[in-house]
């Protein structure tokens, strides 16, 4: 949309503005609107579907017939093609058509409640554009109850996310997984819970490991110091 600077003549605000409207990807139903607006009020509007000037109050009734009769429509209608299609085809391109997969992971949470001993969270992350649907799914049999979901919530960057929830008290010998759908994926993803560790397990985990990773260093840190300290040292046999 292009809007032309107001011109303030005698206390009078006049105001003009271009338009492109379309829904289909393929631009078949692009249209070009030029509004004239005076003071607030519109007083003349051209369409390119129509092909022609339209006036919406006494003065510009008169002045869109006489547009109309001067072949100035046919003149206005080059900015369907000059003006909007280019403008069109890029928003569809780049912006429209420009997708972000999101990023998930499954992962067990406490409990909202105490209706369930357990409750699972499917969190996706930075995806473009909005409209994303997650389903829980338990041995392949979607779950519709005790779920609950958050919003898409925007990121203020472009991007978005999401978060769903499922309280259930375990069956051995399950599966559960989280299923994703949106305009990125070609096909639904699903996601697996693993319950073979729980997050506090493996947390702990990853906090050994990173302690003997840094014991380590620490170690060989010492034994440089040492060799290093021990280096030109002369030692005199005592008796």
Same mark, same amino acid.
């Given at each position: 949309?292009?809007e032309?600077? @107001?011109?303030l003549?005698?206390g009078?605000?006049y105001h ?5 409207h379309?829904s =289909? %990807? ?9 509004r ?6 519109e007083y +003349?509007?051209?369409?390119?579907t129509?092909?022609?000037?339209t006036?919406?109050t006494?003065?510009g009734?008169?002045? !869109?017939d006489r ?5 100035q429509?046919d003149?206005q209608?080059t900015?369907l093609d000059?003006?909007? +299609? ?5 928003? &569809?391109e780049?912006?429209?058509g420009h ?8 992962? =067990? ?6 209706r369930?001993p357990m409750m699972?969270?499917c969190?996706a992350?930075?995806?473009y554009?909005a ?9 392949g049999k979607?779950v519709k109850?005790? &779920?609950?979901s958050t919003?898409e919530?925007y990121? @203020?960057d472009?991007y978005?996310?999401m978060?769903?929830?499922l309280?259930f008290t375990?069956?051995s010998g399950?599966?559960?997984?989280c299923?994703v759908e ?11 819970w693993d ?5 506090g ?5 990853i906090i050994? !490991?990173? %302690?003997?990773?840094?014991g380590?260093?620490? =170690?060989?840190? %010492? ?5 290093k300290?021990?280096t030109g040292r002369?030692l005199?046999p005592t008796?």
């Amino acid at each position: 949309m292009h809007e032309s600077p @107001g011109q303030l003549e005698n206390g009078y605000f006049y105001h003009f503005q271009s338009e492109c409207h379309f829904s =289909s %990807g393929d631009l078949t139903d692009l249209e070009y609107i030029g509004r004239c607006i005076f003071n607030k009020v519109e007083y +003349r509007r051209y369409n390119s579907t129509s092909n022609k000037f339209t006036g919406y109050t006494e003065f510009g009734v008169k002045n !869109a017939d006489r547009l109309n009769q001067e072949g100035q429509n046919d003149q206005q209608h080059t900015n369907l093609d000059g003006y909007c +299609r280019p403008n069109a085809q890029y928003e &569809v391109e780049n912006i429209i058509g420009h997708t972000v997969e999101p990023s998930v992971e499954v992962l =067990s949470v406490k409990p909202f409640s105490q209706r369930h001993p357990m409750m699972l969270a499917c969190r996706a992350y930075d995806f473009y554009p909005a409209g994303i649907k997650l389903t829980w799914l338990r041995d392949g049999k979607e779950v519709k109850t005790d &779920v609950t979901s958050t919003e898409e919530l925007y990121d @203020g960057d472009w991007y978005h996310q999401m978060h769903s929830y499922l309280e259930f008290t375990p069956k051995s010998g399950e599966t559960i997984a989280c299923k994703v759908e949106h305009s990125s994926l070609s096909e639904a993803k699903i996601y697996p819970w693993d319950p073979s560790m729980s997050d506090g397990d493996r947390n702990k985990v990853i906090i050994g !490991a990173s %302690g003997l990773v840094l014991g380590l260093v620490l =170690s060989l840190a %010492g034994l440089i110091y040492y060799k290093k300290k021990s280096t030109g040292r002369i030692l005199v046999p005592t008796s």
